[in-house]
């Protein structure tokens, strides 16, 4: 009985947390994979005017086999890739840069963050009439600016390419979020006790093997971290795409944009799908990281 009014406090204060949690996240996840099972292809369904039956995985079989659904996960594939290498790096050589104070360092920062404080839909806008596909004479954006460099060479048809197309989309991505990778390494350069290079400077190191056996293992947490971070954030891209691109054009499409489609057309059973296999790749991503943050935490 003591035990239980230990207990009892706490629960009534989680509680409200928990049901809403319950309800809005685990319910609905729940309600999305019960209509990803059924064959509610139509507005008669949708509307409930027509009955649904329930069909198991054949959503799922159908839509994995599809070529256009194949695209838009290798499409993910692409876009993911390059836009987590090119954050990282650039992320990192930029913190990697300002390691040290220098002068103007404050107002360099600002400039360089700036661009998270930006919507995605509205840098979208701007990036595309930037990466505008049009050359020669009607050339604009980066192809008019290439055009009058003289390097003509690099006038490409940028989102509008039907295989690498999702790769010049991960370029404002790119622009971005780097910022924010060069925010992350750049307070864990600072977090670094000075002790610890003066100890390795007394012992001989020099400057690149203080970095390379001293610092850069301190910050491979927050590595992880980011790649985490900018791993989620790219493989459930939208607004960035829709902005540039369109639902319709087939050369960027992801899973995102082919759930819009099959939703706005009435198909919620498909739409559902295409959210739960996005779920389970996002989970692929974040559970290993949870899982090994939490054993870390454990083992302390």
């Known amino acids: ?21 319950g309800v809005f996240v685990y319910g609905l996840i729940a309600a999305n994979f019960t209509t990803s099972m059924t064959d509610n292809h139509t507005a008669a369904q949708a509307t409930g005017q027509q009955p649904t039956a ?33 954050a990282m790096v650039m992320g990192f050589m930029w913190a990697w840069i300002l390691e040290r104070p220098a002068r103007g360092e404050g107002l360099f920062r600002a ?10 839909v509205a840098s979208g806008v ?30 490409n048809n940028w989102w509008n390419n039907i295989t690498f197309g999702i790769v010049a989309i991960a370029i404002p991505a790119i622009w971005q979020l780097s910022g924010y990778v060069m925010a992350l390494f750049l307070a864990g350069f600072r977090g670094i006790p000075d002790e610890l290079r ?3 400077r007394m012992d001989g190191a020099t400057e690149w093997q203080l970095y390379r ?25 939208f607004d960035l795409i829709m902005s540039i691109s369109k639902a319709a054009n087939y050369q960027t499409k992801v899973p995102a944009v082919d759930m819009f489609v099959f939703k706005s057309s009435f198909d919620y059973a498909n ?8 779920l389970v790749i996002v989970a692929v991503v974040i559970v290993p990281y949870l899982w090994w943050t939490n054993r870390k935490e454990n083992t302390r």
């Not at 230990?6 to 809403?20: E, N, R, T």
């Not at 256009?68 to 692409?78: A, E």
């Not at 009439?129 to 060479?153: C, K, T």
């Open 54 to 86: 329930f069909v198991g995985l054949d959503n799922y079989v159908a839509l994995l086999a599809t070529s256009d659904f194949q695209h838009s996960l290798m499409n993910l594939l692409l876009f993911t890739g390059v836009f987590l290498v090119g």
């Open 111 to 120: 400039i360089y963050l700036f661009p998270m404080a930006v919507s995605f």
């Open 271 to 278: 739409s559902a799908a295409v959210g739960m296999v996005l």
């Open 213 to 237: 056996y001293v610092l850069f293992p301190q910050l491979a947490p927050i590595a992880l971290s980011a790649l985490v971070i900018i791993g989620h954030m790219s493989l459930k891209s």
């Open 1 to 21: 009985m003591n035990g239980i009014r230990k207990v009892w406090p706490p629960l009534l204060l989680l509680a409200p947390s928990l049901i809403v949690l």
């Open 198 to 200: 003066e100890a390795a």
């Open 126 to 155: 701007v990036w595309r009439w930037l990466l505008n596909s049009n050359q020669g004479e009607n050339a604009s954006g980066l192809n008019r600016l290439f055009q009058m460099v003289g390097l003509d060479v690099l006038q």
